[in-house]
């Protein structure tokens, strides 16, 4: 009888977590200098291009924008902000190969849901293949500035750079959501008509939860998905996929130049499914708690007793864990998913245990996550390295150390209690 109560609340509390605007760890404005009360602020910032012809990109720039938590209209923000880009040769570096200045006018801004999206074209310089654009969203009345940068690839040597999804034929903004839901259509095209080969390599999802960060274990991405079926598409065409991993190339034999995405239920990045929910308990469960998940004859009935064990039979105490902790899992799912899903990518484990570090540093290369400890202690670390492979070209992995164990566990543990999901 407990155990189906605990069930029931356990659903309720997932059902009840309402998905809020988030602030993308990799992709949050930056403020630079300190807030006022009345002026606009921006949440965030996320940003993609796709190349045009062998001269110019178009770039895209999403951005959640409000005023004392009110939205704006575009003739305010036009009043509110300059916005000026340049591109230069690294992050860092103020070396700058070229500049320009957009505005939130019907040239280059428009409204989508509750953001709001600049578009406008970068020209390639002969000398240079690639730089990183900045961004930034100046408002002059505070002395405040808001910057975001974003990594150009003139080459457009993957199909990212060249194709995009877009909700339907007729679009002039991409997608910014991740994946694609189940029975969506949508569509894949580049910014002028094509009548280049397409394909989609549709893959039987194996991927596993990322290694503990103090693992000495290699794992390949390609080693975690067998391929099922390829499907030759066309440009612009109209495009309803069942749920899996699936692959745009435009050459299957090879496939070096691969766009991965997900496609998956509705409800997602939420879960409700005890069959898959449990495997996200893998990064504050022993090796012998998730064997023992496994001896029940379905998902739910280990959901219920993992929880009541971990509780020692306090509900209340089961029920803000679980709360707590699949809200991270749901966020996880948000932030980090590319062509597998946030959970399993080794930001999305850490994110999970430790949650959205106090800084971040990032270049080409790397991206660095710090957390802050107290007075006696100096700062977790964890450096995560660019690993583009063929599924994407945002794929970072962890760099893994034995040491991390002092500070690891005391957080799994602090899982474990309820204490972090206060």
Known sequence: ??????????????????????????????????????????????????????????????????????????????????????????????????????????????????????????????????GILLVEFIHPASGTKYSYDLAIDFSAKRTSSRYEIYKGVDESIPDFTPYVYEGQSFVIKSILPSQNPLYLIRYRNLSKPALSPMSGTKRTPESEFEIAETIDIKDREVLTLDQGMYVLTSNPEDVKDGYGFLVVPERYPRDTNPETLKEALVYMSTSKEMEGTGTYESGKDAMDMYFLQLAKGDQELARKIIRGYYKRVEEANEFFTTYKEGWKTDKGMVYIIMGPPARVQRNRTREVWMYSQNRNTSEIIYTFYKKPNVFTEQNYELVRYPEYSAFWYPYVESWRTGKAAE
């Open 1 to 130: 009888m407990k155990r189906g109560l605990l069930f029931i609340l356990f659903v309720v509390a997932l059902l009840g977590c309402k998905v809020k605007e988030k602030k993308p760890i990799e992709t949050a404005a930056k403020e630079i200098t300190p807030a006022k009360v009345d002026k606009p602020i921006v949440n965030s910032v996320v940003g993609k291009y796709n190349y045009i012809d062998s001269t110019t990109a178009k770039v895209f720039i999403k951005a959640n924008i409000t005023l004392l938590g009110n939205r704006m209209s575009l003739a305010k923000l036009n009043e509110s902000f300059r916005v000026q880009w340049s591109l230069q040769t690294d992050f860092g570096i103020r070396e700058k190969i070229s500049t320009g200045k957009v505005a939130f006018t019907p040239e280059f801004a428009r409204e989508l849901g509750d953001a709001y999206v600049l578009s406008f074209d970068i020209p390639r310089s002969k000398d240079y293949t690639g």
